[in-house]
């Protein structure tokens, strides 16, 4: 596979940061995934404006221009063949020579890692087909998950607890409600209305939420954007998440309760569907 890090495309052994990188020490970075069908780039736009609002909320200086990002996206794709997959982009505080909790000085470089993930079969995926499981669990993280940083530990303890339930992922709750996923937003439908909570500084504002909501209103579907409880989801005629990895993915149980008829829904599927060929058609 070949990767780029600051301003190199390398074989992906070859790629090196250093150990005093600030993404590495303390967390101190930012990132994205763009997924990639038939070789083109879903949202690109989408994703740079969500990263360029991370890296300013930080003050990590944006490394350069959208074009510029876009260009070393496509050479990856290119590059690596990819035909249905993932472009992960993880932009750090940089390295200074030591580490100290006060930020570096100002003409510290951002570190900047690009790597392409091949998933073929992502859009004829067989999960899409049976639904996935979900536990409840407490919602520990800090609060500015809208700032999408690479603070991942209790997300990916998260995923380790629904595996050891027997389950595929994990809702977090707070305060009586679902935030989100570990690694993705959350939804119920009733009738035909779907619901999501509200954007906020509690959950990451995702890309593929927007552009979900924007089809599900444009095909007459009612939406209400506010939080929901587990009790709530349990009963509700659907759930699914919503994520660049796993676009539309029906949910069919949670905490052990079956969701409607144990089987992913109508309106999940078609969602899922449009979500699909709008998004092969807006690809670039
Ligand atoms: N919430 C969280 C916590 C996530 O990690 C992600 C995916 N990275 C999402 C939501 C979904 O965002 P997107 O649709 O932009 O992938």
């Known amino acids: 596979r070949t990767v780029y890090v600051n301003g190199e ?12 990188d600030r993404g590495f020490l303390m967390a101190d970075g930012v990132y994205e995934v763009t997924s990639v069908l038939g070789g083109k780039l879903i949202d690109f736009e989408g994703h740079a404006k969500r990263l360029a609002r991370s890296l300013s909320e930080l003050d990590i200086r944006k490394p350069m221009e959208d074009a510029a990002l876009l260009e070393i996206h496509r050479e990856l794709v290119a590059r690596n063949e990819i035909d249905e997959g993932m472009i992960y982009l993880q932009i750090t505080r940089g390295a200074p020579g030591d580490r100290d909790f006060v930020f570096p000085p100002e003409e510290t470089e951002p570190t900047v890692v690009l790597f392409t993930q091949s998933k073929p079969g992502l859009a004829e995926s ?4 049976t639904g996935i499981k979900v536990i409840s669990i407490p919602d520990i993280r800090w609060g500015r998950r809208d700032i999408k940083t690479v603070q991942l530990l209790y997300p990916s303890m998260g995923k380790m607890m629904a595996k050891a339930a027997g389950a595929d ?9 679902v935030t ?5 937003n959350a939804y119920i439908v009733k ?15 995702g890309i593929t939420r927007a552009a979900v909501l924007r089809f ?7 939406v209400e954007e506010r939080a929901f409880t587990i009790e709530e989801a349990q009963e509700a005629d659907e759930a699914f998440i919503t ?6 993915m029906p949910v069919v149980e949670i905490d052990g309760a079956q969701v409607g008829q144990g089987r992913p829904g109508p309106v999940a599927h078609r969602l899922r569907e449009i979500y699909i060929e709008e998004s092969r058609k807006a690809a670039i």
């Open 191 to 205: 009738g035909n209305t779907i619901i999501t909570r509200q954007l906020s500084h509690e959950i990451l504002h």
């Open 9 to 20: 495309y390398l074989p992906e052994h070859e790629a090196k940061v250093s150990i005093f």
């Open 180 to 184: 989100e996923g570990t690694s993705n």
């Open 216 to 222: 599900a209103r444009e095909a007459q579907m009612k």
């Open 126 to 129: 067989p999960a899409a087909k």
């Open 243 to 248: 994520s660049a990895s796993t676009f539309v």
């Open 169 to 177: 992922d994990a809702w977090m709750v707070e305060q009586g409600a």
